[in-house]
Antibody, heavy 123, light 111 residues
Framework: QMQLQESGPGLVKSSETLSLTCSVS??????????WGWIRQPPGKGLEWIGH???????YYKSSLSGRVAISQDTSKNQFSLKLTSVTAADTAVYYC???????????????WGQGTLVTVSS | QSVLTQPPSVSGAPGQGVTISCTGS?????????VNWYQQFPGTAPKLLIY???QRPSGVPDRFSGSRSGTSASLAIAGLQTEDEADYYC???????????FGGGTKLTVL
């Protein structure tokens, strides 16, 4: 069974770069069956898609974050990562790493989630 | 401001049924993209509840059902149980399948 685990600093200073890593077990990030992505949730608020990456290295980002966000993969470690630059208090959120899967005959779903990690941006 | 609109809260008594709406537009749900639903308990990660508008992943009780019509979708929960108390989010797509949109979430209270 696939498992995802986020890791990274829980506190980032304003204007600096947020960096998180997702370690994957139970499947290979080189699999053609999944995309690997990030979703965040500010405290007490709803879900916001950030972006995802395919095994080919193709990346897709939310337009409002494009320019600040980068998702990359390390196949040797079976990990993928998120970098978000120039953070502000508005980037304070629980960050989830997720798999984006393609059920046959249907549009993609986010069917596996990490437990999430809270990142607080401090001034 | 979420792209998809959900009621902030709904409630129902045990054994009753409730429906949670998810209203979009011609730029997202109305284009024909599927709607997915997620269930989230406090302090935990969301879980896929419904995919492809009305499909249940393995293990999801048939008390949960989904539908889509035009620019809106709905999640219906029959025979409410106290353990159904959670937040529910709808999700679809915007300009493409690489433009993901969520609803703002609905808190279900079982009275």
């Amino acid at each position: 069974q696939m498992q995802l685990q986020e890791s990274g600093p829980g506190l980032v200073k304003s204007s600096e770069t947020l960096s998180l890593t997702c370690s994957v077990s139970g499947d290979s990030i080189s699999s053609i069956n999944h995309y690997w992505g990030w979703i965040r949730q500010p405290p007490g608020k709803g879900l916001e898609w950030i972006g995802h990456i395919y095994y080919t290295g193709n990346t897709y980002y939310k337009s409002s974050l494009s320019g600040r966000v980068a998702i990359s993969q390390d196949t040797s470690k079976n990990q993928f990562s998120l970098k978000l630059t120039s953070v502000t208090a508005a980037d304070t959120a629980v960050y989830y790493c997720v798999t984006r899967s393609l059920p046959s005959g249907y549009d993609p779903t986010f069917d596996n989630w990490g437990q999430g990690t809270l990142v607080t941006v401090s001034s | 401001q979420s792209v998809l609109t959900q009621p902030p809260s709904v409630s129902g008594a045990p054994g009753q049924g409730v429906t949670i709406s998810c209203t979009g537009s011609s730029s997202n749900i109305g284009t024909g993209y599927d709607v997915n639903w997620y269930q989230q308990f406090p302090g935990t990660a969301p879980k896929l509840l419904i995919y492809g508008n009305n499909q249940r992943p393995s293990g999801v009780p048939d008390r949960f059902s989904g539908s889509r019509s035009g620019t809106s979708a709905s999640l219906a929960i029959a025979g409410l149980q106290t353990e159904d108390e959670a937040d529910y989010y709808c999700q679809s797509y915007g300009s493409s399948l690489n433009d993901v949109v969520f609803g703002g979430g609905t808190k279900l209270t079982v009275l």
